[in-house]
């Protein structure tokens, strides 16, 4: 929902180093000042000053910094609200099956079942046919 870019610039910022930064993002260190030197440009900003010991931010880069985190987390925040409501609308049905106790009648008619039905969401389990299991599992219906 943002610039990965952003991102990265927290990143650096945070551990105060592009080598560090990109050994948590999984990239070269080439690749984090890539994006750094792409994002002060597009900016028109000079955000982090560097030196042998790390790097530190600029007065324009403090400010940058703490709308960054801002926008990251209200970004964070929007998505994740926005799954709960998807979530909402989705109705699961757990469908418990082992090989005594096969599925094959409902998952045979699913594809009939779901055509008309998309808030449906079919979710197999399987278990152990055990008198603990198949006790613990009647104990435990709806949760």
Same mark, same amino acid.
């Given at each position: 929902?943002?610039?990965?870019?952003?991102?990265?610039?927290? !990143? +650096?910022?945070d551990?105060? &180093?592009?080598?560090?930064?990109?050994?948590?993002?999984?990239? /070269?260190? /080439?690749?984090?000042? !890539?994006?750094?030197?792409? *994002?002060?440009?597009?900016l %028109?900003?000079?955000l *982090?000053?560097?030196?042998?010991?790390?790097?530190? =931010?600029?007065?324009?880069?403090?400010i940058?910094?703490?709308? &960054? !985190?801002? =926008?990251?987390?209200?970004? %964070? %925040?929007? *998505? /994740?609200?926005?799954?709960?409501?998807?979530?909402?609308?989705?109705?699961?049905i757990?469908? #418990? +099956? &082992?090989?005594?106790?096969? #599925?094959?009648? *409902?998952? !045979?008619?699913?594809?009939?079942?779901?055509?008309?039905? %998309?808030h449906?969401?079919l979710?197999? +389990?399987?278990?152990?046919?055990?008198?603990?299991?198949?006790?613990?599992?009647?104990?435990?219906? #709806?949760?």
């Amino acid at each position: 929902m943002y610039n990965l870019q952003i991102k990265t610039f927290l !990143k +650096v910022v945070d551990l105060g &180093s592009f080598n560090k930064a990109s050994i948590e993002l999984y990239i /070269s260190a /080439s690749a984090v000042i !890539k994006q750094i030197n792409a *994002l002060e440009k597009n900016l %028109d900003l000079t955000l *982090l000053n560097r030196n042998a010991q790390g790097v530190t =931010l600029t007065e324009s880069g403090k400010i940058i910094y703490e709308a &960054s !985190k801002n =926008l990251i987390n209200y970004a %964070d %925040d929007a *998505l /994740s609200k926005a799954k709960k409501i998807e979530e909402q609308n989705q109705q699961v049905i757990n469908l #418990g +099956v &082992s090989p005594m106790t096969p #599925g094959d009648v *409902l998952v !045979k008619h699913w594809p009939t079942i779901k055509a008309n039905r %998309d808030h449906l969401q079919l979710n197999i +389990v399987p278990f152990e046919n055990s008198e603990d299991k198949i006790n613990h599992i009647l104990q435990n219906i #709806g949760e």
